[in-house]
């Protein structure tokens, strides 16, 4: 069996303690370990509550940059090889902490990036902003997303049998597969030597 | 090594007692801000260039003509010249007159701008910012250098047999810096033809000048104008001193708080940190800006920003006081003390002009250097 590593970013928008949405981050975290391990690959798991960055995201929306709590969060995230981003709806949407972390990132910081995408909510009747709201973020950001999107309402946690589990250990094995297909992340460093030479800028190339 | 100050120009209200100074207050308050730089010992004082309110400086050249006049020694430059909206022709001719009437005291410090509806004002659009400013200084270069020029590009009418006027001063067209904050391909024109790069160096951490001066210098040497650290590099900061350092902080706590760009966000402690704004007494800004050189190596230009955020021009000229009483004829001697040789000065126009035509510039690429001696 070979032993490979890989990292795995989770992004949590919850606001409470304890909140759903960081039991859905964890739900779908542990599957996605698993998963892994079963494809031979060990996980590093890094978890980043956004509710702990409230006010650096703020400071970075006005300074236009991340102070240096911030600047390691979004580290982690940019720099894993797969990442699970999972908020509470609100107004039928994601939430806007969860929104303006992902507007602080440069836009290719995720490019080709595999996310499992996650939201909760207290109805089912939400269910949808996952695809409307969250997989075009990801679209944009040129993030390969996982077909399954996982949503959780009040009634899945009371045990109704709206097949909670199985989508998640589906979408964490849609997560795995894309994570274990793909080489570690290593982000482009915008100081390398230039690939166009200067010369070809100035002939407008 | 030079030392000096730039100012934004905004017009901005004093936020202790509400009240903005008119615009014609503002622009002379630059005035007097310029020339006590002068009489205090600075050597450079550089000015921006912008076309929408709150600020007044629209004309650079007007206003560093006039300034010709009223002082001897001053170094004047801009921070920055728009090379993307500002036609290069114009800027080609008003600052080859300006180094006339200056007789040579005059560089500049190109910069793209960032402000998105001002391109389309001047028939330009943000989105092409960085070919505007390779093409644009490529001509701008050629009409400075070459007498007679013929020119085709894509974005401004083509020349032919055109000539520049005034022509350089002795030959020599001033020293150019470039400005960028974040964008590579800006330090790398910098490095391709040999000029100054510049980091603004106030609104973000330091992990950002430092990547960008060392790539900059990484450059310089790939393109053979001589060792990285003998590339020509500039660097902005911002400090708010008194002789105490909690009268510092006090004083100039409410201007932080609402000041354009960073106001309403981080803490003056936490923005003092994670920046290289220094608020505190003399001493402190002489430890913070000696620690610049740990970071960008040995540097050629200092620039201090002292005259934003509603400050009134009192407190400006006292600010100017301490810069030239005790900070820095101290950051001289320990500058000084610490450069090796080898590591040159900021080319001026007469050390231009005693190294031959274009010593520190190639004559319009890198590759003509050596034919054109």
Known sequence: MSTQTRTLAVVSAGLSNPSSTRLLADRLTAATVEALRERGITATVEVVELRQHARDLADNLLTGFPNASLREAVDTVTGADGLIAVTPIFSASFSGLFKTFFDVLDKDALAGRPVLMGATAGTARHSLALEHALRPLFAYLRAVAAPTAVFAASEDWAGGDGGLHDRVTRAAGELADLMAGRPPAAPADPFDDPTTSFEELLKGR | ?373
């Open chain 2, 1 to 373: 090594m030079q030392f000096g100050i730039f100012s934004v120009s905004d017009v901005t209200p004093d936020p202790t007692t509400g009240r903005a100074p008119t615009e014609a207050e503002r622009i002379k308050a630059m005035v007097a801000i310029a020339r006590k730089a002068e009489e205090v010992g600075l050597d450079v004082f550089a000015t921006g260039e912008h076309h929408n309110p709150p600020f007044v400086m629209s004309s650079p050249t007007t206003y560093l003509g006039y300034l010709a006049a009223q002082t001897s020694t001053l170094q004047l430059s801009t921070a920055t010249t728009l090379i993307t909206t500002n036609d290069p022709v114009k800027i080609a001719e008003d600052y080859a007159l300006l180094q006339h009437l200056a007789d040579g005291r005059v560089d500049l410090m190109m910069g793209r701008g960032n402000t998105g509806p001002v391109y389309p004002w001047f028939g330009q659009d943000i989105r092409t910012g960085i070919e505007l400013a390779v093409e644009n200084y490529a001509l701008l270069r050629r009409l400075w250098r070459e007498d007679v020029v013929d020119w085709e590009g894509k974005f401004r009418t083509p020349l032919q047999g055109f000539t520049a006027t005034p022509r350089p001063l002795d030959g020599v067209p001033p020293f150019v810096w470039h400005g960028s904050i974040r964008s590579p391909q800006i330090a790398e024109q910098a490095a391709y033809y040999g000029d100054g790069f510049f980091h603004n160096h106030i609104f973000w951490p330091k992990e950002h000048t430092q990547r960008m001066v060392e790539f900059y210098r990484r450059r310089f040497e790939h393109y053979g104008h001589g060792s990285a650290d003998q590339a020509i590099v500039g660097l902005g900061g911002q400090v708010f001193m008194r002789k105490n350092s909690q009268d510092a902080v006090r004083e100039f706590r409410p201007y932080f708080d609402v000041a354009p760009v960073y106001g309403h966000g981080p803490s003056l402690e936490e923005f003092t940190s994670e920046t290289p704004l220094t608020v505190g007494s003399p001493q402190q800004v002489i430890e913070r800006t000696l620690g610049f050189r740990d970071y960008v190596g040995d540097y050629q230009r200092q620039l201090f920003l002292i005259d934003h955020a509603g400050l009134p021009l009192k407190t400006v000229l006292e600010q100017l006081d301490l810069l030239g009483e005790e900070v820095v004829p101290v950051l001289r001697k320990e500058f000084a003390a610490l450069k090796p040789a080898h590591v040159p000065d900021a080319p001026t126009h007469a050390s231009l002009v005693a190294a031959g035509r274009t010593a520190t510039q190639p004559a319009v690429q890198p590759g003509e250097e050596v034919t054109t001696r």
